[in-house]
């Protein structure tokens, strides 16, 4: 029987947080194996015929990767009016704003290039993501409920055989009060039932869930837990494991921790996220390239060091790059 897109997601968040009961277990699970890696971009649209080029290109290559699994398009930062600014520039940027009713011509000119270039049977989870600066000009509610609806729009005209359109959120506590991002991810778990996959950073937060909760820019250990899955059985976490001393990893099994201890339990994970590509291409990333696999065995560890946070499943790895 044929299922459903949404209720695909909502089966996989389900199949993670089997993961975690909150229970240690009589005995060790055994360690998941590295996936291989998937690659994630930063796309920036100008609202040419470009955009489609670049989206046609990046699914054929990630076709022919052979790989099934999740793929991130970070689009950048929503603004007043349905607009988008283009990923890692301000609100002073001069850049060009494209409307958010290109993303559903990219998320297809992508998902059919995709299934035209496989030669096999092989799938991918499209995840069309924003970040959480605040400085565009409209609430985190209705920027959650906004980028909900392009997710839906995107998924009924892109969807197909091949690959399954979600959303995604990069949620930085550096970028927005922490009311803000839990107000985006709320909104957005509400209005719609497609999985949202958490790329967030834990910047601040404690490697331990029993002492200090404080994070940066006003956020704690709550706030992150919360947007990264507290919100809602669809939200699960792909957080940024860029650092190669490993402390990003112990950060987010302290977040996992803490959500036992405190909360509905520890988070689902789906994976790990490096950038180690972008890093080659614009340098400026001292300690912060991790190799995928780096990224992953980091967070498995970091993890299954503790039988309340321990995984059993940690089905991706992605590698962030420039379009």
């Not at 055994?30 to 996936?35: E, F, R």
């Not at 080029?53 to 689009?75: E, K, S, V, Y």
């Not at 995709?114 to 030669?119: L, V």
């Not at 950060?251 to 689902?268: E, K, M, N, T």
Request: charged share 20%.
């Amino acid at each position: 029987m044929h299922v459903p897109a949404p209720a695909r997601l909502v089966a996989l968040a389900a199949a993670l947080a089997l993961a975690h009961t909150g229970a240690a277990p009589a005995h060790a699970a055994a360690q998941p194996d590295y996936p291989g890696h998937t690659d994630s971009r930063y796309l920036v649209l100008d609202g040419s015929e470009a955009d489609l080029r670049t989206a046609r290109d990046a699914g054929c290559a990630d076709a022919r990767q052979n790989r099934d699994g999740l793929r991130i398009l970070f689009l950048g930062t929503q603004e007043e009016g349905d607009l988008l600014r283009p990923p890692g520039t301000t609100a002073s940027t001069e850049a060009a704003r494209t409307s958010t009713d290109r993303v559903p011509q990219v998320a297809a000119a992508y998902t059919e290039s995709f299934a035209e270039c496989r030669t096999g049977d092989t799938t991918a989870v499209l995840a069309l993501g924003v970040n959480n600066k605040d400085d565009g000009g409209v609430s985190g509610a209705a920027a959650g409920t906004a980028w909900a609806r392009v997710v839906e729009a995107s998924a009924e005209r892109a969807d197909n055989r091949a690959v399954t359109v979600t959303g995604a959120v990069d949620a930085e506590p550096s970028w927005s009060t922490p009311s803000w991002a839990r107000s985006w991810v709320g909104s957005y778990a509400r209005g719609t039932e497609r999985a949202l996959y958490a790329a967030n950073s834990a910047d601040g937060c404690p490697t331990s869930a029993t002492g200090t909760t404080a994070c940066n820019n006003g956020w704690d250990l709550a706030d992150v837990h919360y947007t990264a899955g507290g919100a809602a059985p669809t939200v699960v976490a792909i957080p940024q494991i860029y650092r190669t001393d490993g402390i990003q990893a112990r950060q987010w099994a302290a977040v996992s921790h803490w959500g036992h201890i405190h909360a509905d339990g520890p988070l689902r994970f789906a994976g790990a996220l490096a950038q180690h590509t972008a890093c080659s291409q614009r340098g400026g990333c001292e300690r912060t390239d991790n190799t995928p696999k780096a990224a992953w065995t980091q967070l498995r560890d970091a993890l299954n060091a503790n039988a309340h946070t321990r995984v059993s499943e940690l089905p991706y790895a992605s590698d962030m790059s420039w379009a």
